[in-house]
Each structure stands twice: as C-alpha cells, then as structure tokens.
C-alpha cells in the first residue's frame, strides 16, 4: 500500500506514522511519501492544504482514498471524508485498517483496470452485485450450466459437465448472463447438484490463476453450506466456526492450522454461494470458552464425541 | 454402575421414502435388523420394501463403546415410537427427500415434532433424490425452519453414497463437538 500525507501538524503526523506501522499486524506493509503520484492508495492531508490537495490529485488515481483532517469527524466539500485532528492513535488504527480493507477488496475486484477479464466466474459471483439474481447462465466453449444461486443448486445436461465446468469455472472467458423470470424453464432432464460443493471443488483445479486473499474483516454464515458431497474437510471446520460467530480469515488460519489462502478461497466460495455476510466487529472468543465448568459426565461425553469423530474421519476435532 | 457413555445413540427420522434406511445400511458396521415389509405404494418409485417399526444397527467405536443407530418409521400412526427412540440420543439425522413437492412443509412438520420432544435436541437435515429434481429449492427449505435455534445443517447428500452419508454424521458430531 502507498499512503502520503500532507501538511500534517507533527503531533499527528507522528500518531499517523505508528498506525501505519501498526497496519503490518494486519498484513498490510505501507509505504509513506510526502508526494501523490499514481501508485497513491491513500491520501492523509491536512484541510489546510486547501486547493493544493485538488492539483496533487490530478496525479493520483481515480481509486486513491482522501482523508481530510479538520476539527471534526464529516463529510467535507466533495464528499472527501474528515477525520478530527485530536484523534488518538488508539482510533486511527483501527480507521486505517478498515480503509485498506476495502482499499484491497476494491483493488482485487474484476472490474478494477488491473483485473479487468482475468478472473473466473467464481470470483465475478462473490464480487458483482448485479449477478445476485436468482438464475443464471454460464457459458464457457462448449460447457453451459444454470446456477440456481437463490435455490444453492447448478445444474447441467450431465454431471461430467458439471464437474468440468468445476475444473474451469476460475479460468476467464465465462460468458455469464441473468436468466429473467420470462425466460426461466428449467430443464427437466437436466441434473442437478450443491451449488456449495460445486463451488468448492472448483477450487481444487491446479490449471486456475490464485484468487486474490479476501479483506481480512470479520465474516459469519447466512446458511450453513450444502457440503454434503464436498470432501473437503477444512470447509466443514470453517464452516462450524463460522456458525457460531464471526471471524477474519486470519483468524480462521490460525484456528484451523491452515494456510491464509485455503481458508480465503474456501470464503470466496461461501461468498460466491451468498452464504456470507460481514459483521461489524468479530466478536471475542467468548462464546467458544465459555463454557461451565467440566464434570466427570462432560469428560465422558467429550471422550465419546472425539471416539465418534475419528470413527467418522472428522478432521480438526480436538475437544 | 452401567456407564451411560458406553453406548451412543444416533437417531434418523423422517418420512417414508426419504432414504433413512439406505442411509443406516451405508454407515453400519452389522447388518441392520430392520422391520421391513413389501411396499405396496406408488408402482414408479425404486422402493420395494419400507419400514414398518424400526431399524437398528451398530457401529463399532472401540472394544468398549459402541454407536447405536435408529432409524424411526416414517409412518404417522407410528409416531407413538419417537419418544422412545429419542431418549437420550446425542442427535437427529433428519432425511428428506427432494421428490416431495412439499419438503419444505414436511421439513418444518418433522422440525416441530422433533423438537416437541427435546426443544435443543441437536439436528442435521439431509436431503435425497436432490440429483433429479432441477426444480429443488434449498433456499425454501432453509427458510421453513424457524430462526431461533441459529443455523441449522441442512445438505443434500445421496444415501446409497458411504461417503455422503457419512459426512451427514460429520456434520452432526461437528454440532456436538462445537457445543462442547
């Protein structure tokens, strides 16, 4: 990330420097300049500048974020967002972490000139609110499929093309279009399968391009995800965690011993599925050790669920 | 002093024709002992015999525990079985089936009556015959359920399939396991 402030008084110049540092905690390494250019993602300036903010951001890009720093928080003149001058370090960390959030979610979107036609379907699904309608076709070559995304299932004229669309839905060239209501009869000879599922074996094709790691934000389940034919046991982890409260990807990484990329494309995919919403704030691991203190009876019971989820392959299932 | 957890007990349930049966046979370490009669209903469906009391099987966790497995008739005049059936159960696979035009409906009269029994009796729902039917909606059967339980587990999943079945037990141990 490229950050550059701008006649900044130096009591807060300084407290904006160590957020900055503090931002590397949640992966994001800043570079600081005290010039725009276009590489800026974000500008922190003092209202001060005045005029001479607008001609520096003739250099910047569309994209960059401005900061105006007044003496209190609001909206300033063009809609720029102005953030008090007295705000202590303890706020404006958090404030820079949720801009780079969206800054890198912004950035990792299809239509951002640096993407633009090099993502796959399953990427354009968990991205583009105009694709959030209740059919839609698929095209890519020879392979068609309709994903019935408000109803979780894809369907096809056989499951060997719905397992090769799998294999290349994160490869580009997908032609997708919204089926209006006019024009939805669905195939009554076509099979059909878990949208979730399809979704997650479609991560596994080794040929597809990486997607992008998510907005480390915290996240929680709308629905539980239809895995019942998806051998993918971390899913099935993530899955229960996300259940109970909401969580970052980094945090599931952590929780589940599994590398921050796995555990992003596996959201992705509950994106893709509109099986997750954002929350607010994570929650703290309360609800998870909260729990009463053990009897003899739980101790039993705890050995005979971690017996049980061996017995069944259960991954992940320490107790 | 009989040791409780010795022997866990799973239950399915759910209405005739859904797959419980199937299912039990797939995941069973024994031969199921079932109380299966010749079907006499629709002549298109696979089905030839159907079960008029009980299935029961067992899974064999290590020399001393064993899982016992339940299967309840589907069959409404025998609904008197389910309180005895669900008597400490650790949980309830509730199968489906996508063929009914009216799964959301069963799915919220089955809920109602499992929980009429144990209100936090915790329950996966499993749904068959989903490959067939392009007209299936998970989203309607997801909204039958009330909101005040949380999310609740609900996968399609084919009951002659070993694997799918078991990850159908997965996901309930998964429920156990994160309530501690």
């Known amino acids: ?319 | 002093m009989i040791d409780p957890f010795a022997t866990a007990k799973i239950v399915f349930a759910g209405p005739v024709g859904a797959g419980k049966s199937t299912a039990i046979r797939m995941i069973s370490d024994t031969a199921p002992v079932s109380t299966e009669v010749p079907w006499l209903g629709e002549s298109d469906s696979d089905k030839q015999t159907t079960t008029v009391a009980l299935d029961f099987s067992t899974v064999l966790l290590d020399d001393e525990t064993t899982l016992q497995v339940f299967g309840l008739p589907g069959q409404e005049h025998l609904a008197f079985m389910r309180p005895i059936l669900l008597t400490g159960a650790l949980g309830v696979i509730l199968v489906l089936s996508a063929n009914d035009s009216e799964v959301a409906e069963s799915c919220r009269a089955w809920w109602t009556a499992l929980t009429a029994e144990e209100a936090d009796l915790p329950i996966v729902i499993g749904i068959t015959h989903s490959d067939r039917c392009p007209d299936f909606d998970l989203g309607k059967v997801r909204a039958a359920l009330p909101s005040d339980r949380g999310l609740v587990p609900i996968l399609t999943f084919d009951p002659r399939d070993a694997e799918q079945t078991r990850q159908i037990v997965r996901v309930l141990l998964t429920l156990l396991l994160h309530r501690g």
Not at chain 1, 59 to 73: E, M, N, Y
Request: proline share 6%; net charge positive.
């Open chain 1, 1 to 319: 990330m490229y950050a550059t402030t701008l006649g900044l008084p130096e009591p807060l110049a300084l407290r904006l420097r160590i957020a900055l540092k503090l931002q590397a905690g949640h992966g994001y390494r800043v570079r600081l300049s005290d010039s725009v250019s276009a590489q800026t993602d974000l500008v922190l300036a003092d209202a001060s500048v005045g005029d001479h903010l607008t001609r520096l951001l003739g250099r910047a890009r569309r994209s960059c974020v401005i900061l105006l720093f007044t003496d209190q928080d609001g909206v300033g003149p063009n809609g720029v967002r102005t953030v008090a001058r007295s705000k202590p370090l303890t706020e404006l960390q958090p404030l820079l972490r949720t801009i780079f959030d969206s800054i890198r979610e912004q950035g990792s979107r299809p239509d951002s000139s640096e993407n633009a036609g090099r993502q796959g379907a399953l990427f354009q699904l968990a991205t583009k609110t105009e694709l959030d309608c209740p059919n839609l076709r698929l095209q890519r070559g020879e392979t068609r499929i309709i994903l019935r995304r408000w109803a979780s299932r894809v369907l096809a004229r056989s499951y060997s093309e719905i397992i090769s669309a799998a294999e290349q839905l994160n490869q580009p060239g997908w032609q997708i279009e919204p089926m209006h209501q006019a024009q939805v009869s669905l195939p009554v000879d076509w099979v059909s399968r878990s949208l979730d599922g399809f979704l997650i074996r479609s991560l596994r094709s080794g040929e597809s391009p990486p997607l992008p790691v998510v907005a480390d934000t915290p996240v929680r389940l709308r629905d539980w995800p239809d895995l019942g034919d998806a051998d993918d046991p971390l899913a099935l982890q993530i899955a229960a965690l996300l259940c109970n409260r909401a969580w970052t990807a980094s945090e599931l990484a952590r929780e589940c011993s599994a590398p921050v990329e796995r555990v992003s494309s596996l959201l992705w995919a509950f994106k893709a599925g509109r099986l997750l919403q954002n929350a607010q704030t994570a929650s703290t691991a309360v609800v998870a050790n909260a729990r009463p203190a053990r009897s003899t009876a739980d101790d039993s019971r705890s050995g005979l669920l971690a017996r049980l989820a061996r017995r069944f392959g259960l991954q992940g299932s320490t107790t």
